[in-house]
């Protein structure tokens, strides 16, 4: 019979043997942020300092690229959101880099940010091959790629996600717990609580996690979901 936790948290993660290495690049502090000081931080850079929402969104891709340097051939899940558009700006630089690249988007292209439309429009033009929208129609070739890529980028949610994942969203984050042998998450594993480490009914578990700025409470909470961490500076003033 199996045991019974209490927490769900518990079956996972066991803090006297799980072990993660925390790498601070440009960054000078090691402070935890919220979901909400996260926003305002973004905010501040945005709407203080005058600086692109676009140029925060290029540097945070080029952090993620600079851990990725390794690896030849990729799958990169991006939603429509601000966590995809860092998705879609990250496989355009593997690209020009010559390496191999499938990006698949979970969601409504149209229904994107503005950030995330103007780098999906870049990528129509610079290498429409290798865009992808997941369906049910071709799940199978998704699941595919993921098994045959050397590392799955999570682009999927940000550290804004608050609600249960559902539907064809729970669906692909099973798929790349379940196939990926490597998974590098953006800024924070989809489907995590940035506040909480909380699993919002299912959550990726990485490998290495690129977090920006600063370090995510959640990914401290629950560092079993995060796995290695890269905090990289990425141009928001302190």
Same mark, same amino acid.
């Given at each position: 019979?199996?045991?019974?936790?209490?927490?769900?948290?518990?079956?996972?993660?066991?803090?006297?043997?799980?072990?993660?290495?925390?790498?601070?690049?440009?960054? !000078?502090?090691? +402070?935890?942020? $919220?979901?909400?000081?996260?926003?305002?931080?973004?905010?501040? *850079? %945005?709407?203080?300092? @005058?600086?692109?929402?676009?140029?925060?969104?290029?540097?945070?891709?080029?952090?993620?690229?600079?851990?990725?340097?390794e690896y030849m051939v990729f799958a990169i899940v991006c939603s429509p959101g601000s966590n995809g558009g860092d998705g879609l700006a990250i496989a355009r630089h593997l690209c020009i880099m010559g390496k191999d690249v499938r990006v698949y988007i979970v969601g409504d292209p149209k229904k994107g940010s503005e950030d995330f439309k103007t780098n999906l429009?870049?990528?129509?033009?610079?290498?429409?091959?290798?865009?992808?929208?997941?369906?049910?129609? !071709?799940?199978? +070739?998704?699941? $595919?790629?993921?098994?045959?890529?050397?590392?799955?980028?999570? *682009? %999927?949610?940000?550290? @804004?996600?608050?609600?249960?994942?559902?539907?064809?969203?729970?669906?692909?984050?099973?798929?790349?717990?379940?196939?990926?042998?490597?998974?590098?998450?953006?800024?924070?594993?989809?489907?995590?609580?940035?506040?909480?480490?909380?699993?919002?009914?299912?959550?990726?578990?990485?490998?290495?996690?690129?977090?920006?700025?600063?370090?995510?409470?959640?990914?401290?909470?629950?560092?079993?979901?995060?796995?290695?961490?890269?905090?990289?500076?990425?141009?928001?003033?302190?």
């Amino acid at each position: 019979m199996p045991v019974e936790y209490e927490n769900e948290l518990e079956y996972f993660y066991d803090p006297d043997e799980f072990h993660r290495e925390v790498v601070y690049v440009g960054v !000078n502090s090691p +402070e935890a942020v $919220s979901r909400e000081e996260a926003r305002n931080a973004d905010k501040r *850079a %945005i709407e203080t300092f @005058g600086i692109p929402s676009i140029l925060l969104m290029e540097n945070a891709a080029i952090a993620v690229v600079r851990e990725m340097k390794e690896y030849m051939v990729f799958a990169i899940v991006c939603s429509p959101g601000s966590n995809g558009g860092d998705g879609l700006a990250i496989a355009r630089h593997l690209c020009i880099m010559g390496k191999d690249v499938r990006v698949y988007i979970v969601g409504d292209p149209k229904k994107g940010s503005e950030d995330f439309k103007t780098n999906l429009k870049i990528m129509s033009k610079l290498a429409p091959e290798v865009l992808n929208t997941i369906n049910d129609e !071709n799940f199978e +070739e998704f699941e $595919s790629a993921l098994k045959g890529c050397e590392t799955c980028i999570d *682009a %999927i949610f940000g550290t @804004g996600l608050n609600r249960p994942v559902e539907g064809i969203y729970k669906r692909v984050i099973e798929a790349i717990n379940s196939l990926a042998s490597h998974v590098a998450s953006v800024d924070i594993p989809s489907g995590l609580d940035c506040d909480t480490g909380e699993e919002l009914g299912v959550a990726v578990r990485a490998t290495k996690t690129i977090t920006f700025h600063r370090m995510k409470k959640g990914l401290d909470i629950s560092p079993q979901f995060g796995g290695d961490v890269t905090v990289s500076y990425i141009g928001i003033p302190n």
